[in-house]
């Protein structure tokens, strides 16, 4: 368990908690180790990030509307949002899965990264308290934030070109992750959309969220699905 807690920048007093943070329920199940799996720690942990999160917006925004930094707080805890945090640290090389559910691509599902994201913040905040916790997800994930908050009125180009390409046909655009650069810390992403078989346009980012809203963008400028484009 020592490298992700390097990782993580947070050792554990109690290494059984990570353990628990960690273990997937297909592992438990197949280990026959009853309630030993992180969907409890999961719960708690969303409790722990949504008081962090809520109570950093209502500081940084102290003319915000209940409902505008309700908004504002959805976007920083969406599934999306909780996976490129487990992504940041790679979480999903230290899951502990069932043998089916690793055969399957376990690692990387979306939702197996986001339920250990919050499981390790509520193993954090029994472990070491409220400020440990909030501790490990600014020092983690600062930036991250930052990036969200320099934006508090969502702006959503991946949405608006759904609906532009929505209104053509009834397929959606679909985003691939074609190159990726530098070391963990410091990794650019490059995306492309396409749609209908023509790529719509590319974009970087320092996560593949930002890459894919970058790509969206250039998509909308561009607009190259209307007429006299599509073979260019």
């Not at 807690?5 to 990570?18: C, D, G, H, M, P």
């Not at 440990?132 to 983690?140: S, V």
């Not at 969502?154 to 959606?172: D, R, T, V, W, Y």
């Not at 974009?203 to 790509?215: D, T």
């Amino acid at each position: 368990m020592d490298s992700i807690e390097v990782t993580i920048r947070y050792q554990f007093a109690n290494s059984l908690l990570l353990a628990e943070a960690l273990t997937h329920p297909s592992r438990a199940r197949e280990s026959k180790r009853s309630r030993f799996d992180n969907q409890r720690l999961e719960h708690l942990g969303d409790a722990v990030i949504q008081l962090i999160l809520t109570e950093k917006l209502f500081r940084l925004f102290p003319k915000f509307s209940e409902g505008q930094l309700t908004k504002m707080r959805s976007r920083l805890v969406s599934r999306e949002a909780l996976c490129e945090f487990a992504r940041r640290i790679s979480l999903g090389d230290h899951l502990l899965l069932g043998k089916g559910e690793l055969s399957s691509g376990g690692r990387e599902r979306p939702s197996n990264l986001a339920d250990a994201f919050e499981a390790i913040t509520g193993a954090i905040y029994l472990d070491g308290g409220l400020e440990a916790a909030r501790a490990f997800i600014f020092t983690n994930f600062g930036s991250f934030i930052e990036e969200i908050t320099a934006q508090p009125e969502e702006k959503n180009p991946k949405g608006i070109l759904q609906e532009c390409l929505q209104a053509i046909a009834p397929s959606s655009p679909t985003y691939r992750l074609i190159g990726q650069e530098g070391p963990d810390h410091l990794k650019s992403f490059v995306a492309e959309v396409k749609w209908e078989g023509l790529v719509l346009g590319q974009g970087s980012g320092r996560s593949k969220q930002e890459a894919e809203i970058s790509a969206a963008t250039e998509a909308l400028k561009d607009r190259r699905w209307e007429a006299g484009k599509v073979g260019e």
